[in-house]
C-alpha cells in the first residue's frame, strides 16, 4: 500500500511540474512580445517565422530557443531568484558576469585583451595621423581605470593590468602626452550600481586634465540634485536586489548659459537633458548621452581657445567641467561616426585635443571605428 500510495504522489508531482511548464509555455504565446529589457537595457529575442529553410539548417530552433528564454513569462522574478540563490545560496563569485564587493557592483572584466588595446591605440594614432600631424595642436592622453582596478584588490577577483594596458597605449599612441588619472580616483567615485564615475567626485581629475594641458582649475562649480534614486546598468544586469543612489551634477552661471548642437540630429540643448533622466538610462542627462558629435559653445568665455576631445561614455560627464576653460568644445564619439567624416565637422588648427578612454572601451575596442 505504501509502495502504491508513494507512485500516485510521484504522478501527482509530475502533473503537477508538467501543467506548471504547459501553462507557462501556452502563456509564451499568448502573452504580449516584449522588445526591450528595461532592467538589462538590451532588445529581446523575438519568435521566429517558421520555414523548411530554418528547419532544415537547425536555425529555427536555436532561434525559438532564444526568443522562449527572453520572452518567458514572470522573466524578470525569475532572474532576480536564480541570481540571489546563486549569490547566497550557492555562493558563487558572480552573477551573471557581475560581483558585488563592498557594496558596490562591478564586471569582471578580465582577462586583458592586448590585441584589442593595441587597436584602440593605433585607431588613436591614425585619428592623428589623418587630422593632427601637420598642424599645431597639442595632442593627450588619458586612460580611466574601470572599478575592478579599485575593488580587485580586497575582493580577490581578478582584474586588468591597467599598468600594462596603458603602457600599450602609450606605445601605439606615442605622440599624445599622458595624464595619469589612476592616483586622482577611489572607488567611491564610482557609482555603486553603474559602470561610470560620479560628476560631482570628478574635480580632482578634471583639475589633472585641465593643469596639464595649461587652461584654468576649476572654480564656483554648484553640486545640485538630478535625481533621487539612481539605478546603474549593473542593478539591472545582475538582477540582485539593490537601492537606488543619488545622481548629482556640478554647475554655474557660465555652464548653464553653454549650448550643445548635436550634428546628427539637428538639435540644440543644454549640457545637462533632463528629459534623459526619465529614460532608460539616466546617466544620459550628461551631454545627452553618447552622440556622434557635440559642438560646445561657451559664450562666456575669456579665451579664444578651443578644445576637442575623443571620448567615449565616461566622457559625457567629464567634459562639462572643461568647459569654462574654452570657448568651443567638440565632443567626438569614433563609437558612431567614422573618423573620415570628422573633417567635415571640425577643422583642426590650434586647439587643445584630449583622448579620453575608459579601460572598458579599450579592452573591447572593435566598438571603435
Not at 588595446?117 to 599645431?136: F, P, R, S, W
Not at 582584474?159 to 606605445?171: F, S
Not at 599612441?173 to 592616483?183: G, M, S
Not at 585635443?353 to 579601460?359: G, M, N, R
Request: hydrophobic share 35%.
Amino acid at each position: 500500500m505504501d509502495k502504491k500510495n508513494s507512485s500516485i504522489q510521484n504522478r501527482i508531482q509530475i502533473l503537477c511540474i508538467a501543467l506548471v511548464w504547459g501553462i507557462l509555455a501556452l502563456l509564451c504565446w499568448v502573452l504580449p512580445k516584449k522588445d526591450i529589457s528595461e532592467s538589462e537595457r538590451r532588445k529581446l529575442a523575438q519568435f521566429p517565422d517558421i520555414s523548411w529553410a530554418s528547419i532544415l539548417n537547425a536555425s529555427y530552433m536555436e532561434d525559438f530557443e532564444e526568443a522562449g528564454v527572453d520572452q518567458f513569462p514572470m522573466r524578470e522574478g525569475f532572474r532576480g531568484l536564480r541570481a540571489m540563490t546563486d549569490r547566497y545560496a550557492l555562493g558563487k563569485q558572480d552573477v551573471h558576469g557581475i560581483y558585488m564587493e563592498d557594496g558596490y557592483l562591478t564586471e569582471m572584466l578580465y582577462p586583458l585583451n592586448e590585441s584589442s588595446v593595441q587597436n584602440g591605440g593605433e585607431k588613436c594614432q591614425n585619428i592623428y595621423d589623418m587630422y593632427l600631424a601637420d598642424t599645431e595642436t597639442d595632442v593627450y592622453l588619458a586612460v580611466i581605470p574601470d572599478k575592478g582596478y579599485y575593488l580587485s584588490g580586497e575582493s580577490g577577483h581578478p582584474a586588468l593590468d591597467y599598468e600594462e594596458l596603458t603602457a600599450i597605449m602609450q606605445e601605439a599612441f606615442p605622440e599624445a602626452e599622458w595624464i595619469d588619472l589612476a592616483d586622482t580616483l577611489t572607488i567611491e567615485d564610482y557609482y555603486a550600481t553603474d559602470s561610470h564615475w560620479r560628476q560631482e567626485q570628478l574635480t580632482e581629475p578634471a583639475n589633472r586634465i585641465l593643469e596639464t594641458m595649461g587652461s584654468q582649475s576649476l572654480e564656483g562649480l554648484e553640486q545640485k540634485l538630478a535625481l533621487e534614486a539612481f539605478y546603474g546598468v549593473y542593478a539591472g544586469q545582475s538582477a540582485l536586489p539593490v537601492k537606488g543612489e543619488p545622481m548629482y551634477y556640478l554647475t554655474n552661471d557660465v555652464l548653464e548659459q553653454c549650448q550643445v548642437y548635436h550634428v546628427e540630429n539637428g538639435k540644440t540643448l543644454g549640457i545637462y537633458d533632463e528629459e534623459k533622466l526619465f529614460g532608460r538610462d539616466p546617466y544620459e542627462f550628461f551631454l545627452s548621452g553618447n552622440t556622434a558629435i557635440g559642438i560646445i559653445e561657451n559664450p562666456n568665455s575669456t579665451s579664444e581657445k578651443e578644445l576637442v576631445v575623443f571620448r567615449d561614455s565616461f566622457g559625457s560627464s567629464m567634459v562639462p567641467l572643461l568647459v569654462q576653460s574654452y570657448s568651443k568644445v567638440t565632443v567626438i564619439d569614433t563609437r558612431y561616426v567614422n573618423p573620415e567624416l570628422i573633417g567635415d565637422y571640425v577643422e583642426f588648427e590650434n586647439q587643445d585635443v584630449l583622448f579620453l578612454y575608459s579601460t572598458v572601451l579599450l579592452n573591447r575596442s572593435e566598438a571603435m571605428r
